[in-house]
């Protein structure tokens, strides 16, 4: 498709609950990444994909967050019991080939709300 | 890592008032990207610079990249209603990752 597409638009969570975001890049897109957007308005990258393959995670927390890019199925981000602060908005972005270009577009996202 | 400071962190104008933000950094930047995230809603790419002392325009928005690629200004000439939303900058570390500033988030009243 031609837009970046996130599922769901709203998760709410208890906390220590899990919480699995998905992510559907536009399609011919070798590349995907994940922000996290807390109430301030601040992005805090995550992670990147190239293809399958993790390409930058220098942003991810190690402890309970993880992602994956399989082929022929949407991106995910998965956090394990969820703690308050992970509330945020998830947005997914996506990016072609040509690193030249270099346009990131990035989808609706998801909001997480941890109760 | 890469990081890109953004000033001012709010502005409030009346409509038909200028509006810039102003982006810098430390280090040189390869490129950077505008982006525009309306109330509730995600960020939309607005434009990239590339060159030293670039400047470009898209109707009422100008532009612009310093000429040593360490800073970097958006103008809005007489503001809109339409324009309220929040204006971030950001610029690359690494290879593909970008590092976004704070944003400026800007409010326009009729």
């Known amino acids: 498709g031609e837009e970046v597409a996130q599922t769901p638009k709203h998760l709410v969570r208890g906390e220590g609950q899990k919480a699995k975001l998905y992510c559907a890049p536009i399609?011919?897109?070798?590349?995907v990444f994940w922000y996290q957007q807390v109430l301030k308005n601040e992005f805090k990258f995550l992670i990147s994909?190239?293809?399958?393959?993790?390409?930058?995670e220098t942003g991810m927390p190690k402890e309970r967050f993880s992602a994956k890019c399989l082929p022929n199925s949407p991106c995910s981000l998965e956090i394990q019991a969820t703690k308050l602060e992970d509330s945020a908005v998830y947005f997914c972005a996506s990016r072609g080939r040509d690193i030249r270009t270099d346009t990131q577009y990035f989808g609706p996202g998801t909001r997480l709300t941890v109760l | 890592g890469q990081q890109v400071m953004q000033i001012p962190q709010y502005q409030h104008v009346q409509e038909g008032e200028d509006f810039t933000t102003y982006c810098n950094s430390s280090?040189?930047?390869?490129?950077i990207q505008w982006y525009k995230q309306r109330p509730g809603g995600h960020p939309v790419f607005l434009i990239q610079?590339?060159?030293?002392?670039e400047v470009k325009k898209q109707k009422r928005l100008t532009f612009q990249f310093g000429e040593a690629k360490k800073n970097s200004s958006l103008h809005i000439t007489a503001t809109q209603t339409t324009d309220v939303g929040t204006y971030f900058c950001?610029?690359?570390?690494?290879?593909?990752?970008?590092?976004f500033g704070k944003g400026t988030m800007l409010l326009v009243s009729p």
């Open positions: 280090t040189t930047l390869s490129n």
């Open positions: 994909f190239q293809n399958e393959n993790v390409f930058d």
């Open positions: 399609k011919g897109h070798s590349y």
């Open positions: 950001a610029a690359h570390s690494g290879y593909s990752t970008l590092t």
């Open positions: 610079l590339v060159k030293s002392g």
